[in-house]
């Protein structure tokens, strides 16, 4: 009887032994996503991954049980979402190039394009990447894209919820231009280019790297406004230089090419991406002895109803 007890007594401190690291998931561990810093008319998307230790997964709910044995610890909790126009390899998220053999532009604008690098080291614009990696050319249709990097420190003896507050990471651009002067009319096109814009992010740093640039073209409104807008992944670099590109009727006269700083006008942009930034400007014409000439006055911020992130 009395080996019989021994025996018994011997399993328990066992058993017991084996109950150091104590599982979680009987205990009900939830991730909960909160996405209310976005822009509005952006709507939260279907699905994200998450990545929390050795856990990885896809999750189709704001708020969902994590099944997953998980030791007493603090890990290191990753959550993005697919989208278009980016690619994720760890926290490195990064845009993609503008495809060549995507819907040609207008024959005026591939012609810029084409020209582009060689005009700006004439007219000494290089100088705003030199020094800096630059990453060419990129899409501005990116897709609405949330992050969030934090530690979770998971704990024992119940439920527990972990609740991951979701950044944007996608900002909307919008420049709206109004031509002025005699030859407003024969205006047939506008383009333009902004350089210093980010190909990378680590959203767990929250670093911006590799000046690039992007290119849009502008459509005319009903008002006689020409109106643009795209999608950054944020800016870098020691500058930003926007370059409007005007087009002719009849190229009557050659293509005008006029270039702004916007670097101090796109300082906080990284910062607050959920506000859509709306910038206006007029293009002044003045009389000259080769006709005329013209110039982009200061682009100020535009607060216009009615305009939201699309």
Same mark, same amino acid.
């Given at each position: ?49 998450? #990545? $929390? ?7 189709? +709910?704001? %708020?969902?049980? &994590? @099944? ?5 610890? *603090? ?96 900002? #909307? $651009? ?7 002067? +005699?030859? %407003?009319?024969? &205006? @047939? ?5 902004? *350089? ?106 535009? +607060? ?7």
């Amino acid at each position: 009887m009395k080996k019989i007890l021994i025996l018994a007594a011997g399993l328990a401190l066992s058993f017991s032994s084996c109950r150091i690291y104590d599982p979680l998931n009987e205990a009900g561990l939830v991730l909960t996503t909160e996405w209310s810093e976005r822009s509005e008319g952006v709507t939260v998307p279907e699905s994200y991954n998450v #990545e $929390l230790g050795d856990y990885s997964a896809t999750h189709t +709910e704001a %708020a969902q049980k &994590i @099944d997953h044995p998980f030791t007493r610890d *603090t890990y290191r909790l990753h959550i993005w979402n697919p989208t278009q126009g980016v690619k994720v390899d760890g926290t490195v998220v990064t845009v993609m190039d503008l495809e060549e053999e995507q819907e040609p532009q207008r024959r005026s604008l591939a012609d810029a394009r084409e020209n582009l690098a060689g005009m700006r080291e004439r007219r000494n614009l290089a100088g705003t990447r030199q020094g800096e990696e630059y990453g060419g050319l990129l899409t501005g249709n990116i897709g609405w894209l949330f992050t969030s990097a934090m530690d979770a420190d998971i704990q024992g003896g119940g439920a527990q919820e972990i609740v991951a507050p979701m950044s944007q990471q996608v900002g #909307e $651009l919008t420049f709206i231009i109004e031509p002025t002067g +005699e030859n %407003a009319d024969r &205006i @047939d096109g506008i383009a333009g280019t902004l *350089t210093g814009a980010a190909k990378k992010l680590d959203f767990d740093t929250g670093k911006h790297s590799v000046s690039s640039e992007v290119q849009f073209d502008f459509e005319k409104n009903a008002d006689g406004k020409w109106q643009a807008s795209t999608r950054l992944l944020g800016v870098t670099g020691t500058s930003q230089i926007m370059s409007v590109w005007i087009f002719f009727a009849e190229n009557r006269p050659d293509v005008i090419v006029l270039d702004s700083d916007m670097t101090e006008t796109l300082a906080g942009f990284n910062t607050n991406k959920k506000t859509p930034v709306v910038l206006g400007t007029q293009i002044v014409e003045t009389p000259s002895e080769a006709g005329f000439t013209s110039t982009i006055d200061n682009w100020e911020r535009i +607060e216009r109803e009615g305009i939201t992130a699309e």
